[in-house]
């Protein structure tokens, strides 16, 4: 129950870091250009960090278990050749079912607007989560959520102040993050949702209860909508969900191209 | 390997830089979390600043070429996570190097209780005028922001408070 539940942590990171890392080169202005790429480069460093404890995980299980855990051919052949995996695997190459990411963070940044909308609700949750996380009774994953919550703060200032300044600005700009935060909202629901693993770790103090960090991010979110001048969409909305459990959007099928494609192409090409 | 200790290990490392910040030595920055000299290895133990500081890679290197050069032949490099680095561990010399280069220091404790649309008061390195504004909460790299001086008018760099 331990490695999905690190790879989910992971792979948040991951899609995270390589969506804010597409706007490399295309920010409307340099500073925000650079705030975007800093933010993914934080998301990305987080992942390796996990990645490395998944792979540590991994390679400890049983050869015949290791052989069928993951669907990718390209990591059975490893195992059947007696390699160890690292983080580079887990990242280049898994197939899109074996990513345990939520939906959310799979979202296309679309405008300003949804790519601020979806780094809002992100940014918040990562914000109490971590600060939970870092009591977890796993030193590891602590350590990390320790590591990386000075980091989301930053992007959690970041994103708020941007939510104000176009809900709170012109009336296009009103109506444009209005629109995205209400089109953005279906794909929060499954953030506070717990898959087994997940139970199972917060059973064991490993990870928080999402009901209290769900308590905490709405009222975080009220307050900085309240102050944009924004509304939610009505309570009990229907909600996505099915990232977590391996069950993703197209998304993340053109995400993995991109990111993968290196390592698919030129197997263990060296930079 | 005999007359090799532990404190003359943390002088050759007073020579190695920041790559990012080349007026900081990695002792400066307080990122040496332990140097132990066991009968033919060196161990040195890092902490990162932020999680994709690109700049740990090029920090290891310098450490392995500053210990190479001085006749060390086993180097290895922990990177450890717990507890998280902070400006905190910035030493006051370093501190001072940082204004001397033009970037202004961090001058808070870190995490002392800043609201969060609160803002800092930050000094212009070059005129010590506290009338200054922020222009960028991220800089070139992940460790600044940039600020201008609204009395000389300089542009500069702010080392966050982390
Ligand atoms: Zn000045």
Not at chain 1, 32 to 45: E, F, K, R, S, W
Request: charged fraction near 25%; charge should be negative.
């Amino acid at each position: 129950m331990k490695l999905p539940y690190i790879l989910r942590l992971a792979d948040d990171a991951l899609i995270i870091g390589q969506r804010l890392g597409e706007w490399t080169g295309h920010g409307p202005i340099l500073e925000q250009d650079i705030a975007l790429t800093n933010a993914a480069l934080d998301h990305v460093g987080r992942a390796r960090s996990l990645y490395q404890y998944a792979a540590e995980v991994f390679n400890q299980l049983p050869k015949e278990q290791q052989l069928t855990y993951f669907t990718s051919m390209a990591i059975q052949e490893k195992i059947k050749a007696g390699e160890s995996i690292d983080e580079d695997t887990l990242a280049y190459l898994r197939d899109g079912w074996d990513f345990r990411n939520v939906l959310l963070v799979e979202r296309p940044n679309i405008d300003w607007a949804y790519t601020v909308a979806r780094g809002f609700f992100f940014d918040a949750f990562n914000f109490f989560y971590f600060t939970a996380l870092s009591k977890s009774t796993d030193a590891t994953i602590a350590a990390v959520a320790e590591k990386s919550l000075k980091e989301v703060t930053y992007h959690l200032r970041w994103s708020s102040e941007w939510v104000i300044r176009l809900g709170d600005g012109t009336d296009e700009s009103h109506e444009k993050m209005q629109q995205a935060i209400n089109e953005t909202w279906s794909f929060t629901g499954e953030l506070f949702v717990a898959t087994d693993y997940e139970a199972a770790m917060t059973a064991e103090c490993v990870s928080p209860n999402l009901q209290q960090i769900q308590t905490l991010w709405t009222a975080r979110i009220n307050e900085v909508l309240d102050e944009a001048t924004l509304t939610l969409p009505a309570a009990g909305a229907w909600m996505q969900q099915g990232g977590k459990a391996g069950t993703h959007t197209e998304e993340l099928g053109y995400i993995l191209t991109e990111l993968q494609f290196m390592q698919r192409t030129y197997p263990n090409m060296q930079w | 390997m005999n007359d090799v200790n532990e404190e003359q290990v943390y002088e050759w490392l007073a020579d190695v830089k920041d790559p990012e910040v080349p007026a900081l030595s990695i002792l400066d920055l307080g990122i040496v979390r332990n140097v132990a000299v066991t009968d033919n290895s060196v161990n040195v133990t890092i902490t990162p600043t932020y999680s994709g500081c690109p700049a740990m890679d090029v920090i290891s290197i310098g450490i392995r070429m500053a210990l190479a050069g001085h006749g060390i032949k086993q180097i290895t490099i922990d990177q450890q996570l717990s507890p998280a680095w902070t400006t905190d561990w910035m030493t006051e010399d370093g501190k001072r190097k940082l204004k001397e280069y033009g970037i202004a220091p961090p001058n808070r404790k870190a995490f002392s209780s800043l609201g969060l649309f609160e803002e800092e008061e930050i000094q212009c390195p070059r005129c010590d005028s506290t009338h200054t504004e922020m222009v960028s909460r991220y800089g070139p790299t992940s460790c600044k922001a940039l600020y201008k001086c609204l009395d000389c008018k300089e542009p500069f760099e702010h080392f966050k408070c982390h």
